[in-house]
């Protein structure tokens, strides 16, 4: 009797191996059936398999099983894999992009200070910018409201040497709070906002993993019917928990609000003199 190698497939039928390539934060690949082009977001276990989520230049997200022979790499085949975890490793760069500064201490509070409209226009600015406003000493406060902030301005007695920045929702032409805003003619004290009815909205949907936000009609609670549209419980405080668990870095923020928190931190932290 004659034995036979269980694999009868001609070699010259074998596919090659390919390389596998940990799936490292920033990596840049191509994922082969749909031609999309992206930096590696984050990898995720699911009940399917391992998941690798790509973000391309304009800001888009897609989620790819790691299949084998499932990306190219700078033109070359390659399967993806999970990256090994040999321990924490502190990130080279902050969740706003700025380069990290291992074992900084945070510095003395300055006398200058960012006024944030909102608890949760606060807590996303610390999320993302937290690391940077320790290590320049800027502390960020939260205002309930800008009905009376000439007044605020004016408690807070800004000076060279103790420049003022407040961030304003809904900072449109012709809005109540552009008409606010304008009362406001301090040279130490600059006031910017973001075009969103919320900051809500400048999470990007795409993090949230909603198609987009919806439209509330005029005369509703635009939180509350942002639940209802979306089938939320109408619970606005855990609603804001979950949203805000999905920004992990500056890159799940719109540009328009990135924008306007680095102008206010570049004002506050500008030499005097």
């Known amino acids: 009797m004659r034995s036979y190698h269980p694999d009868l497939t001609p070699p010259w039928k074998k596919s090659a191996p390919v390389p596998e390539v940990p799936a ?12 999309f082009c992206g930096a590696v977001i984050r990898c995720e276990k699911t009940a399917q398999g391992p998941t690798v989520t790509l973000e391309d230049r304009f800001g888009k997200h897609r989620v ?19 990256p090994s975890a040999p321990g924490p490793v502190r990130p080279a760069r902050t969740a706003s992009g700025s380069l990290a500064v291992p074992g ?16 949760h226009d606060a807590e996303l600015v610390e999320r993302v910018w937290g690391d ?12 309930e409201g800008i009905d009376d902030l000439p007044a605020v301005v004016r408690d807070f007695a800004p000076g060279a040497d103790a420049r003022l920045g407040v961030l304003v929702d809904h900072l449109v032409p012709g809005s ?16 910017v906002g973001h075009p969103y009815i919320d900051v809500w909205e400048a999470v990007k949907p795409s993090s949230v993993g909603i198609a987009s936000w919806p439209v509330v009609p005029r005369g509703q609670d635009w939180k509350t019917g942002v639940c209802r ?4 419980p109408e619970n606005t405080g855990a609603a804001w928990q979950h949203i805000l668990s ?7 923020l719109e540009p328009a609000l990135l924008g306007r928190v680095e102008e206010l931190i570049d004002f506050v932290t500008a030499p005097t003199g």
């Not at 490292?24 to 031609?35: C, H, K, Q, T, Y």
């Not at 900084?104 to 608890?119: D, H």
């Not at 606010?180 to 040279?187: L, M």
Request: a negative charge; zero cysteines; hydrophobic letters at 40%.
């Open 24 to 35: 490292e934060p920033d990596l840049v690949v191509e994922e082969v059936s749909s031609g």
């Open 64 to 82: 790819f099983p790691m299949e084998p022979r499932g990306f190219l790499l700078e033109g070359r085949v390659v399967t993806l894999v999970r």
């Open 104 to 119: 900084a201490r945070a510095r003395v509070a300055r006398a200058g200070r960012i006024y944030v409209e909102g608890r």
């Open 132 to 143: 940077d406003l320790r290590i320049e000493g800027v502390v960020v406060e939260y205002l």
């Open 176 to 191: 109540k709070e552009s008409r606010i805003a304008s009362e406001v003619t301090d040279a130490n004290v600059l006031v």
């Open 229 to 232: 549209s979306l089938g939320w």
């Open 246 to 252: 999905t920004v992990r870095s500056y890159r799940d």
